[in-house]
């Protein structure tokens, strides 16, 4: 089990910046014309990935015994079924595996992949590719535990945990916290709503952002909704996400 997660909840006190409303988005089907994709969040160039665990228990104490040696490491269920680590940011490939064949040389890694979890940046529609590719990662994750400050399948997730590991599995460093997720986005009509778009709620009472989702479309999202629950999908048009919905954010 991951040992070094980071205990802060969905939301912090960092004040929330009010970005203008954005222009309604443009018609985006796999026709589109070649551009490169523009991205409000720094991107994950190059990262190093190591293991291929067949449980999640195993995955979760290499990413642990990563961790307190003092790297950036966090593992997934891959889309093969099989548990991958993965673990700090380069700008390049060079970089990347410098650091690990050091890390190799000093026995704290075995055989490792360099790999690009970057999102596309010129094909014949990113945006629609990096869209559906959050929400399908966001699905592998349904059925798993929540838990207030995780950030991994094997602990479980808290919202913005979730919302985080999804973008940077996808290659965007999306920030670890709710309302710090909503700061740095751009805000986005219910009716312009997107896949891949975080919707976010105000669910203490104070009217404050405190639960994020990411939509996956037809008015639905997927989030962790609270102790002893699992991820799970959700309405927005649920009488209780509805009444406490504040609005939501686009990022790239």
């Not at 593992?75 to 380069?90: Q, T």
Request: with cysteine; charged share 20%; aromatic share 10%.
């Amino acid at each position: 089990m991951l040992a070094a997660l980071l205990v802060t909840a969905c939301a912090s006190p960092s004040e929330i910046v009010v970005l203008p409303e954005p222009s309604l988005p443009e018609q985006e089907t796999p026709a589109s014309k070649p551009y490169i994709l523009q991205t409000r969040l720094r991107s994950i160039p190059f990262t190093i990935q190591v293991g291929a665990f067949s449980t999640t228990a195993r995955a979760a104490r290499f990413a642990a015994g990563l961790q307190n040696q003092g790297l950036d490491a966090y593992y997934f269920i891959d889309e093969d079924g099989l548990c991958k680590v993965r673990f700090e940011r380069f700008e390049d490939k060079t970089g990347a595996r410098q650091r690990a064949l050091e890390l190799q040389d000093a026995g704290r890694i075995d055989d490792f992949y360099i790999v690009q979890p970057a999102s596309p940046t010129r094909q014949r529609n990113p945006r629609f590719v990096l869209r559906n590719n959050l929400v399908r990662t966001a699905h592998r994750f349904i059925g798993t535990p929540y838990r207030w400050g995780g950030e991994s399948a094997s602990n479980g997730f808290d919202c913005s945990g979730l919302t985080m590991t999804v973008y940077r599995l996808n290659g965007l460093e999306l920030p670890r916290n709710s309302r710090s997720q909503f700061s740095v986005g751009v805000p986005v009509h219910g009716e312009s709503l997107m896949k891949g778009d975080l919707v976010f709620f105000a669910t203490n009472g104070n009217g404050r952002v405190s639960h994020v989702g990411i939509y996956t479309g037809q008015g639905k999202f997927i989030h962790a909704p609270g102790r002893g629950k699992r991820i799970r999908s959700a309405s927005l048009a649920n009488r209780y996400f509805k009444n406490r919905y504040i609005g939501a954010r686009r990022y790239f």
